[in-house]
C-alpha cells in the first residue's frame, strides 16, 4: 500500500475539496488532474454527501462487511435498482459485482466461456490493451512498457493478442493511410485466428474502446462495425472494458454510446465505485448457476451506497452536461501550446504527447511544482483525468499552470 506512490501525498480528508486534494506533507493543497488513477467522479466533498441520509446508510452499514453472495440488503438492492435503471438503460439486464477492475475482467471472461461451452476456449485481445494484473485480467493484458514490470515472470494463458488498428499520428494529424492500413491487418489477423482456432472455441474479443494505459490510443469509427459484424457473424462475444473510459468520462454513460454499436458485455469499474459487469440476456446462461462467479464479497455495500449518490448527483447537478462543456473548454485551451502534440480527447478524457522523454518529464516536474497533478505514461506521453464537476475556473487554472510549464 501506497509503496510505489508518484505523488506521496497523505490526504486530508476534511481539507481536500472539489477538484483539490490537500497534502499533509506538504501542507499545500493540490489541482488534480490525476484522478485518483480516474476513479474520482465528483472531485473531493462533493454537497452530495453532505445528505443527512448518506450520512445515516453509511453509519448503519458501516460495522458489517456483509457477504453479499449469501446476504441480502436493502442497500445493494438499492443500488442495484438504480444502477440497472440509469447507467444500464435498462438494456443490460444481468450483473455481477466485485472489489476490482481485473476481476471484473475475469467475471466477463468467464461469462463467456461458460455461454460458449468449448473445452479449448480462447480469449482475444489487442496488442498495447491493459485489463489489470489480477487473475484473468493478467492473462490478457499485453505487457509493455511499464506494465512488464508488474506482469513479467507469472503465468500467461497464451491467449491471442492481436494488432490494435489504433490512430497513429503524423505532423500533429491522424494519418489516415496508416489508419487503413492498421484495419486491414486487424482484419487479417482476426481471420487467421478463426482459421487457427476455430469459431466453436472463440469465446469472446475483448477490448478497450480507448486504450487508456498505453497513452490514450484511439480507433477508426469503422474498427467497432468491423468488430461488431465479425462477433455476430461468428457467435463470438464482444466485451468492451470500460472500466476507465465508462460512468460518464466520455460526455455519455458508457463510450459506445458514441460508436453506434453496443458490446454484449461490459466491465466497469472506478468511477462507479464498485467493479462487475452488466450483460445482455444472450449471455446469461452462467447466471442460471451463479455460484460460478460468486465469492465471498460480491463487491462492498459501502461503496454501492456511494455509487448511488453518485449516480444522484449524476442527475441532480447535470453533471455531464458539466463534462461536456468542460471538454470544449479545455479543449480550446490546450489546443495552441506548441510543445503539446498529438492532443487527443473525448469528454474529460485527455491526452497529449511532447517530441521527447526528457521533454515530457521536464514539463510534468514543473506542472508538479506549481501544485497540479496529472499522470504521465509510456515514454513521451501526459494523460489528464479530471473528475466530471471539474468547474470552469479549476480548468482555467489548468490550462495556465500546463502553459507556464511548457514554456
Not at 454537497?47 to 448518506?54: M, R, T, V
Request: glycine content about 6%; charged content about 25%; proline content about 3%.
Amino acid at each position: 500500500m501506497h509503496k510505489s506512490s508518484v505523488f506521496d501525498i497523505r490526504i486530508d480528508f476534511e481539507k481536500s475539496h472539489d477538484s483539490y486534494i490537500y497534502d499533509k506533507n506538504t501542507k499545500k493543497f493540490f489541482l488534480d488532474f490525476f484522478g485518483l488513477y480516474a476513479s474520482l467522479p465528483l472531485g473531493y466533498n462533493h454537497e452530495i454527501f453532505q445528505d443527512p441520509g448518506f450520512r445515516e446508510e453509511l453509519n448503519r452499514i458501516a460495522a458489517v462487511k456483509v457477504t453479499n453472495c449469501e446476504v441480502i440488503s436493502d442497500e445493494a438492492q438499492e443500488f442495484l435498482k438504480e444502477f440497472s435503471s440509469h447507467a444500464a438503460m435498462n438494456k443490460f439486464k444481468y450483473f455481477h459485482f466485485c472489489c476490482t477492475g481485473a476481476l471484473a475482467i475475469e467475471s466477463a471472461i468467464k461469462t463467456a466461456i461458460d455461454q460458449k461451452g468449448s473445452d479449448k476456449p480462447q480469449i482475444i485481445s489487442l496488442k498495447e490493451s491493459f485489463h489489470g494484473i489480477n487473475g484473468y485480467g493478467g492473462f490478457v493484458t499485453d505487457r509493455f512498457n511499464p506494465v512488464s514490470a508488474r506482469l513479467n515472470g507469472f503465468p500467461d494463458l497464451g491467449w491471442k493478442k492481436i494488432h490494435n488498428p489504433k490512430f497513429i499520428y503524423k505532423d500533429n494529424k491522424v494519418d489516415e493511410e496508416g489508419a487503413l492500413r492498421g484495419l486491414e491487418q486487424f482484419v487479417a489477423e482476426l481471420q487467421m485466428c478463426i482459421d487457427k482456432y476455430g469459431e466453436n472455441n472463440i469465446a469472446g474479443l475483448l477490448v478497450e474502446p480507448v486504450q487508456c494505459t498505453y497513452g490514450d490510443n484511439y480507433f477508426p469509427q469503422e474498427f467497432f462495425k468491423i468488430i461488431r459484424s465479425f462477433c455476430d457473424k461468428h457467435n463470438i462475444c464482444l466485451i468492451f472494458d470500460e472500466i476507465q473510459t465508462g460512468f460518464g468520462t466520455t460526455g455519455k454513460m458508457w463510450y459506445f454510446q458514441h460508436l453506434g454499436i453496443e458490446p454484449d458485455i461490459v466491465a466497469f469499474g472506478k468511477k462507479v465505485q464498485v467493479a462487475g459487469i452488466m450483460c445482455k440476456p444472450n449471455y446469461s446462461k452462467i447466471f442460471k448457476t451463479p455460484i460460478r462467479l460468486e465469492v465471498t464479497w460480491d463487491g462492498n455495500v459501502m461503496d454501492m451506497v456511494r455509487g448511488k449518490y453518485v449516480l444522484r448527483a449524476y442527475e441532480k447537478y447535470n453533471i455531464l452536461k458539466n463534462v461536456n462543456e468542460r471538454s470544449r473548454q479545455l479543449l480550446e485551451g490546450l489546443k495552441d501550446i506548441d510543445r503539446i502534440k498529438n492532443l487527443r480527447s473525448i469528454g474529460l478524457l485527455f491526452a497529449f504527447d511532447f517530441d521527447t522523454e526528457l521533454e515530457r518529464n521536464r514539463c510534468f516536474n514543473r506542472m508538479l511544482e506549481k501544485g497540479f497533478l496529472c499522470n504521465k505514461t509510456r515514454d513521451k506521453s501526459i494523460r489528464l483525468r479530471p473528475n466530471l464537476n471539474v468547474s470552469s475556473d479549476e480548468i482555467n487554472k489548468a490550462i495556465a499552470i500546463i502553459k507556464n510549464s511548457c514554456e
